[in-house]
């Protein structure tokens, strides 16, 4: 089985005890129906920066910086975006970037 990356643009943090709850469990619930195939469920990331080509640093992370990321495994990009469907940032407002990692 091929690995894909899993990378979250956007998607909305909730700010009250119960609705972080209700988050928390939605995630939880999302990467418990994906079993063994969750390699390793990731993180939310802080705000990003970019290294450009002249070597220079720009902050904010481009037009829709990475919030967070996790490592699927997958038999094929359609298995993968199977199992990206059900991610609880789509319902957030959020999108996923999906990209099969390249054994070297």
Not at 19 to 48: C, H, L
Not at 49 to 69: C, E
């Amino acid at each position: 089985m091929a690995k894909y990356l899993f990378v979250y643009h956007g998607g909305s943090a909730p700010t009250n005890p119960a609705d972080i709850k209700k988050t928390m469990d939605a995630w939880g619930a999302w990467f418990g129906s994906m079993g063994a195939a969750v390699v390793d469920g990731g993180n939310p990331v802080g705000k990003s920066s970019t290294v450009k080509p002249d070597g220079s640093l720009a902050a904010g992370g481009g037009a829709n910086p990475a919030s967070g990321y996790s490592l699927i495994e997958a038999s094929s990009l359609e298995d993968a975006h199977k199992k990206a469907s059900g991610c609880p940032i789509l319902a957030s407002g959020g999108s996923i970037e999906i990209a099969q990692c390249m054994d070297m």
